[in-house]
């Protein structure tokens, strides 16, 4: 029944991200940018810069990082453009660049985040967030960096299947498999803090 349901969700997300008329302005205006009227780059800034900073924040957990890696995306996207291939969403071309970034950027850094400054970024962003949810983002948090990139984008920045292969560069069988362990990772690291 889970199978199923998964699949439901899966199969609803990937209809829905198909052909969506956002898709055809994306195109359009990286056609203008790419052919001289770099000005309308700005739009589409500012309708994914939101996501992409909260993917950086819930990969990076500092606030001032995930500012200047975004700011770092899109300078870099503007770059890349001319290589962007009309077959692909934008929004998951960008989300592959972002992605490697902050995965090289937790490689060279090394950075990992304790409790205390979970639970500070926690209050901060929302007061009613639990004790719980502090715990999920310590458990995920310490999961390793392939296993964290798709927890992150599967349920926090809800990509299909599909997207998250494209970002990351593997096959959606991959990405599936690496979901199942990382939910199997996830359940250990919650009954070793006692939440089971």
């Known amino acids: 029944m889970v199978k199923t349901e998964e699949n439901n969700i899966y199969n609803t997300l990937q209809k829905e991200s198909r052909n969506q008329p956002m898709d055809e302005e994306d195109y359009d205006i990286i056609r203008m940018v790419i052919h001289g009227s770099v000005n309308d ?3 589409l800034v500012n309708r994914y810069q939101v996501p992409v900073y909260n993917l950086f924040l819930r990969m990076l957990h ?3 990082e995930a500012k200047e890696m975004t700011q770092a995306v899109f300078v870099k996207a503007y770059e890349a453009l001319p290589t962007f291939r009309f077959s692909h969403r934008f929004f998951s071309w960008l989300y592959r660049i972002a992605i490697n970034m902050a995965l090289n950027h937790l490689k060279k850094k090394k950075k990992y985040v304790g409790m205390e400054q979970l639970i500070n970024m926690s209050a901060e962003t929302d007061e009613q967030k639990s004790e ?3 715990l999920m983002k310590k458990a995920v948090d310490q999961l390793k960096n392939q296993y964290k990139a798709v927890v992150v ?3 926090y920045q809800q ?3 599909r997207e998250i292969a494209f970002a990351l560069e593997i096959p959606e069988k991959k990405v599936r498999s690496r979901l199942y362990d ?3 990772q996830l359940k250990e690291k919650l009954e070793e803090s006692g939440y089971y």
Do not use: G, P, W
Request: hydrophobic letters at 40%; glycine letters at 0%.
């Open 182 to 184: 990382a939910r199997l």
């Open 132 to 134: 719980t949810d502090a």
């Open 159 to 161: 990509l299909s299947y």
């Open 153 to 155: 984008l599967k349920y």
């Open 62 to 64: 500092d606030r001032e």
């Open 41 to 43: 780059y700005a739009i």
